[in-house]
């Protein structure tokens, strides 16, 4: 198993309202989950590889929960990235070089029967974890974009936080709104749903935690 660490920010948008059951432990409140996910990786490495300023992400749609699996992905990985770095992120991100099920990557992994060809792209990514803020922005797949939940009565921004002490993906999240349109073979649309903005750190056993 090659060693990797990752430290970094992502913005997920998924189909669920704000709380998001998956998060507990609880089926999908749609029914299905259809998710988008960008990172940036602001320090990494896989082995002697730096992955250092990349960023990848993904469209997913399951049918059902995502524990009874049959769904589709799509990933995209930042086309700075050279022969090596690509090689690297796409390990990572198909829960190889990882503990079974350590890691949201190697979860997701095994759950997913339709796996499309890896795009190498420019992605655009901006990320304010701790004001909610972000945008995900692949051209022809993705626009996302996410910002603070806001109170219904007064539109005043509404923070709230998700911790999870035995999680595999983060230790906290800030919880936002979120909006998604896709397009290309992995299609979705969202308005206004669950926003997870978390920092990151994950390597091959799981979260980091301090």
């Known amino acids: 198993m090659t060693s990797w660490e990752i430290r970094g920010r992502e913005l997920v948008?998924?189909?669920?309202?704000?709380?998001?059951?998956?998060?507990?432990?609880?089926?999908?409140?749609?029914?299905h989950c259809h998710a988008v996910a960008g990172i940036q990786i602001d320090r990494g490495h896989h082995g002697t590889t730096t992955l250092d300023g990349l960023r990848v992400a993904a469209i997913f749609k399951w049918p059902g929960a995502i524990h009874e699996g049959n769904g589709e992905v799509i990933a995209f990985v930042d086309d700075r990235a050279d022969d090596a770095q690509r090689e690297a992120l796409l390990r990572i991100m198909t829960g190889q070089?990882?503990?079974?099920?350590?890691?949201?990557?190697?979860?997701?992994?095994?759950?997913?029967?339709?796996?499309?060809?890896?795009?190498?792209i420019p992605i655009e990514l901006d990320l304010d974890v701790d004001g909610r803020r972000g945008r995900i922005f692949v051209a022809g797949y993705i626009e996302t974009t996410g910002e603070p939940i806001r109170n219904k009565a007064t539109g005043a921004e509404t923070r709230a936080q998700i911790v999870l002490p035995e999680g595999f993906e983060y230790a906290v999240a800030e919880i936002g709104?979120?909006?998604?349109?896709?397009?290309?073979?992995?299609?979705?649309?969202?308005?206004?749903?669950?926003?997870?903005?978390?920092?990151?750190?994950?390597?091959?056993?799981?979260?980091?935690?301090?």
Request: one cysteine or more; glycine letters at 6%.
């Open 97 to 120: 070089d990882t503990d079974p099920f350590a890691t949201m990557f190697a979860v997701y992994a095994a759950t997913i029967t339709t796996m499309h060809p890896p795009v190498f």
């Open 13 to 31: 948008n998924c189909t669920c309202e704000y709380g998001c059951n998956c998060q507990f432990n609880a089926l999908p409140d749609k029914g």
């Open 177 to 210: 709104s979120a909006s998604s349109v896709t397009q290309g073979p992995v299609l979705m649309q969202t308005r206004d749903s669950y926003g997870q903005f978390a920092h990151l750190h994950l390597n091959n056993h799981g979260v980091v935690r301090a």
